[in-house]
């Protein structure tokens, strides 16, 4: 899938079906978080690749916006390192994250964001270590949006050269 074509089509995916991801789509999704562009290159994310269906249970019970972590075959715990570029180097990586997995058929979607504590002690994360989000991963269950999306006209949120001056 071209690029601008995911990020056309791209849907907040809630809902999995029963079905593994291969291996190598899983690492695919890993590496693009990795290969982002990152702030002085300071790369201050972990990500923590969570397969095993007790551990996605766990998580989906401790993230409240993101119940349905348990039903998805692979989250993605994105942790940060303390500095003042952890959240955009991570919220970068993260969309990366996303639109790899979306090019290769695997939905997903941002869940919790920040102030993640009590997920620290349940994967071994160091406390000094913040949680960004949790990001689970995987083949939708339903057709979704059918490249459909409802986002204002660019001449109302986009401008050239000036505010009063609508990009068209």
């Not at 809902?15 to 593994?20: F, G, I, V």
């Not at 999704?29 to 990795?34: H, K, P």
């Not at 949006?145 to 050239?160: D, M, Q, T, Y």
């Amino acid at each position: 899938m071209e690029v601008f074509e995911a990020v056309r089509t791209i849907l907040a995916v809630r809902q999995y079906q029963d079905k593994p991801i291969p291996d190598e789509v899983v690492r695919q999704i890993v590496e693009a978080g990795r290969l982002t562009a990152s702030s002085q290159n300071g790369q201050p994310w972990h990500f923590i690749v969570v397969q095993e269906k007790e551990m996605l249970r766990q998580l989906g019970a401790l993230v409240q916006t993101g119940r349905y972590i348990s039903q998805a075959p692979l989250a993605i715990v994105v942790a940060t390192e303390p500095g003042r570029f952890g959240v955009s180097d991570g919220s970068r990586a993260i969309q990366s994250m996303m639109l790899t997995a979306w090019s290769q058929g695997v939905g997903s979607n941002w869940t919790g964001f920040n102030n993640l504590k009590q997920v620290n002690p349940v994967l071994g994360i160091p406390e000094e270590i913040e949680i960004l989000a949790i990001v689970p991963f995987g083949y939708p269950a339903a057709a979704i949006g059918k490249g459909r999306k409802n986002r204002k006209p660019l001449n109302e949120i986009a401008h050239r050269e000036r505010w009063d001056q609508p990009f068209s």
